[in-house]
């Protein structure tokens, strides 16, 4: 389809649909990016990126692609691709409003022959059992006979130096044939990598789902390690580095004080949900969330139980919360442990400061500030800018006790300064 397709709509700019954007606009074709977000459009025709992202920001000073909320467009496009988010909501339901609306509001405009993908985390029947029926209501079109529709899962992982959309491989389902090699011929003009066909829409749908479902239950498998084996006397980090040295059927991940974020920590409750519906329990899966949304806590139990030794009532006492991002050194803090943490701090008496140099706005606006009048601190997020503080600094603020939710310090290096340190399982 290379250069044959002369114009694509993408909906929802955020970090999966820009570098999409971008990238087809760097393979030649006119590109169209649709979103809500009145800033990111304008920052995105301002050639700014709307995202702390040194690779989009260069690619968008050399980019055509015109942003835009209005769909009318849709009508000149070959192909539409949706990328617009999957939440949850509080109780952890499957939020699919922004699926639905991109759907409604690009269907008045559908036209036959156009391929439709959709590239949003979804459990297996949301293609078949929600976008299509939606699609076709508004449009009269019918999907495989008058427009395609195909899924291919999202793999993107912000801020991979080297995994990009341009080279990650991916997965193509669709409802038929000929949307499936129209959508083969797509990706395959863009993306130097293996573009592997599906059996079927939900067999796609379900490659994303699952592989997250798989980091998640791999890191509730060493969070229960972990707290297994802090009463054992033994570091589960060491342990991990040993069974990795096993040059197969091993893939280390490690323990920390939760997991957060808007894919392993929201996916498994999309496929919990929707197999609930059809009379099967995902026993396991629900059994891993519960050990990960269960680490938060473990790790204030942790913290409450040495200021107990240490004689200092928690009621009170300050504790400085360092991290408010989901994971190292980005400024998304979706579904952050450190919230739960904060918020667990709170109910039992303590007095909480935080700080997080990539969410400034919600945070202290210094380290030095956060740690005013603080007896302990629990590092919630492993940001490079705080495995370099050493045990002086924290002694000369005050510190007694430090909770790493990361294990990201020197645990060595602080056990010999006189502090008080404790990883999570290490
Ligand atoms: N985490 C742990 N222990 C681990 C790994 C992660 O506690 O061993 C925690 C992190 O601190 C974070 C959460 O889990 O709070 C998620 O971390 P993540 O590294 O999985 O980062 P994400 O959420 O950005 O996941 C993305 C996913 N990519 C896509 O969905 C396309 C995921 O599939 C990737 O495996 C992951 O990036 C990756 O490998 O970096």
């Known amino acids: 389809m290379k250069n044959t397709v002369k114009s694509i709509n993408i909906i929802g700019l955020g970090y999966v649909g820009l570098p999409l954007a971008l990238l087809a606009d760097k393979r030649g074709f006119k590109v169209v990016g649709i979103d809500v977000n009145d800033d990111r459009i304008a920052k995105i025709n301002a050639k700014k990126s709307p995202f702390a992202d040194d690779r989009l920001t260069n690619e968008l000073l050399t980019s055509n692609i015109l942003a835009t909320k209005n769909f009318e467009s849709i009508k000149e496009a070959e192909v539409i691709v949706i990328c617009v988010p999957t939440p949850?909501?509080?109780?952890?339901?499957?939020?699919?409003?922004?699926?639905?609306?991109?759907?409604?509001?690009?269907?008045?405009?559908?036209?036959?022959?156009?391929?439709?993908?959709?590239?949003?985390?979804?459990?297996?029947?949301?293609?078949?059992?929600v976008a299509i029926p939606i699609l076709e209501k508004n449009s009269g079109l019918k999907a495989g006979k008058d427009f395609y529709l195909a899924h291919c899962p999202e793999r993107i992982n912000p801020g991979d130096p080297k995994w990009t959309v341009a080279n990650i491989p991916r997965v193509v389902g669709s409802l038929e044939e000929s949307g499936l090699r129209s959508a083969l011929e797509f990706y395959r003009s863009i993306i130097d990598a293996e573009i592997?066909?599906?059996?079927?829409?939900?067999?796609?749908?379900?490659?994303?789902?699952?592989?997250?479902?798989?980091?998640?239950?791999?890191?509730?498998?060493?969070?229960?390690?972990?707290?297994?084996?802090?009463?054992?006397?033994?570091?589960?980090?060491?342990?991990?580095?040993?069974?990795?040295?096993?040059?197969?059927?091993?893939?280390?991940?490690?323990?920390?004080?939760?997991?957060?974020?808007?894919?392993?920590?929201?996916?498994?409750?999309?496929?919990?949900?929707?197999?609930?519906?059809?009379?099967?329990?995902?026993?396991?899966?629900?059994?891993?969330?519960?050990?990960?949304?269960?680490?938060?806590?473990?790790?204030?139990?942790?913290l409450i139980e040495h200021l107990n030794r240490k004689g200092i009532a928690p009621l009170g006492t300050r504790v400085a919360v360092l991290g408010l991002a989901y994971k190292a050194n980005v400024n998304d803090d979706r579904e952050s442990p450190a919230y739960s943490i904060i918020k667990d701090l709170k109910s039992r008496g303590l007095e909480v400061s935080s700080y997080d140099p990539y969410l400034i706005n919600d945070s202290a606006a210094s380290l030095k500030e956060a740690l005013q009048g603080a007896q302990a601190v629990v590092i919630a997020t492993a940001h490079d800018e705080f495995k370099s503080i050493t045990p002086k600094f924290f002694k000369d603020n005050g510190i007694e006790i430090i909770i790493d939710g990361r294990n990201c310090l020197n645990k060595e290096e602080y056990l010999s300064s006189g502090l008080v340190y404790q990883g999570i399982g290490k």
């Open 88 to 129: 949850v909501y509080e109780n952890y339901r499957p939020n699919l409003e922004p699926i639905i609306d991109a759907c409604k509001s690009i269907s008045p405009f559908l036209k036959s022959g156009q391929l439709v993908i959709l590239e949003s985390t979804v459990n297996p029947g949301v293609c078949e059992e």
């Open 196 to 302: 592997k066909p599906m059996g079927s829409l939900k067999e796609a749908e379900a490659v994303k789902i699952i592989e997250n479902c798989f980091r998640d239950i791999n890191i509730a498998f060493v969070n229960e390690l972990a707290m297994s084996f802090s009463r054992l006397g033994i570091d589960v980090t060491h342990v991990i580095e040993g069974a990795a040295t096993k040059p197969f059927a091993f893939m280390p991940h490690f323990p920390g004080c939760g997991v957060g974020g808007h894919c392993i920590s929201v996916d498994p409750y999309y496929l919990i949900d929707y197999a609930k519906q059809n009379g099967f329990n995902h026993r396991f899966l629900s059994l891993a969330r519960e050990i990960n949304n269960g680490m938060p806590r473990f790790t204030v139990d942790i």
